[in-house]
C-alpha cells in the first residue's frame, strides 16, 4: 500500500472554493487526491491544521519541519512516513512520480461542504 499525505495550513475548507477567491492550486490537489484514492494498493490524506491537529503532532517527521521552518514548511507532503516536499504543493508530475500512478484530468469537486452549499 502506498500512503500519499499532504499536511496542509489551517484551511476553512480543502476545496479551495469557500473564500473570496478561488484557488486553483487546491481544486487541483483536491481532485487528484480523489482521483488517487480510487486506484488499489493507494490511500491519498490530506490533513489540515485547523481541523486535524492530532495528525501533525503525532507524525515526527513533519513535526521537524515545522520546528526547522515554522509555517513556511506547510504544505508537508508525506510518501510512507518521508517528507519528500515542503513548502508547496506537489506538482501532479511530482505525485506521479511519488506514486508511480499515471494521472488523469480530475473531475472537478462538490464543493468543501460535500455539495450542500453551506459553506
Given at each position: 500500500m502506498i500512503k500519499l499525505?499532504?499536511?496542509e495550513r489551517a484551511?476553512?475548507?480543502s476545496t479551495g472554493v469557500c473564500g473570496p477567491s478561488v484557488d486553483e492550486n487546491l481544486l487541483r490537489i483536491t481532485g487528484v487526491f480523489e482521483s488517487l484514492n480510487q486506484v488499489d494498493k493507494m490511500e491519498a490524506i490530506r490533513y489540515n491544521l485547523s481541523?486535524?491537529?492530532k495528525?501533525?503532532?503525532e507524525n515526527p517527521a513533519v513535526l521537524k519541519e515545522l520546528k526547522e521552518k515554522g509555517k513556511e514548511a506547510l504544505?508537508?507532503?508525506v510518501l510512507d512516513g518521508k517528507v519528500v516536499k515542503?513548502?508547496?504543493y506537489p506538482t501532479n508530475e511530482e505525485i506521479q512520480q511519488f506514486t508511480g500512478v499515471i494521472l488523469v484530468e480530475p473531475k472537478s469537486s462538490t464543493g468543501c461542504c460535500g455539495g450542500n452549499g453551506g459553506c
Amino acid at each position: 500500500m502506498i500512503k500519499l499525505e499532504l499536511f496542509e495550513r489551517a484551511l476553512c475548507c480543502s476545496t479551495g472554493v469557500c473564500g473570496p477567491s478561488v484557488d486553483e492550486n487546491l481544486l487541483r490537489i483536491t481532485g487528484v487526491f480523489e482521483s488517487l484514492n480510487q486506484v488499489d494498493k493507494m490511500e491519498a490524506i490530506r490533513y489540515n491544521l485547523s481541523s486535524t491537529p492530532k495528525a501533525f503532532a503525532e507524525n515526527p517527521a513533519v513535526l521537524k519541519e515545522l520546528k526547522e521552518k515554522g509555517k513556511e514548511a506547510l504544505p508537508v507532503t508525506v510518501l510512507d512516513g518521508k517528507v519528500v516536499k515542503t513548502g508547496a504543493y506537489p506538482t501532479n508530475e511530482e505525485i506521479q512520480q511519488f506514486t508511480g500512478v499515471i494521472l488523469v484530468e480530475p473531475k472537478s469537486s462538490t464543493g468543501c461542504c460535500g455539495g450542500n452549499g453551506g459553506c
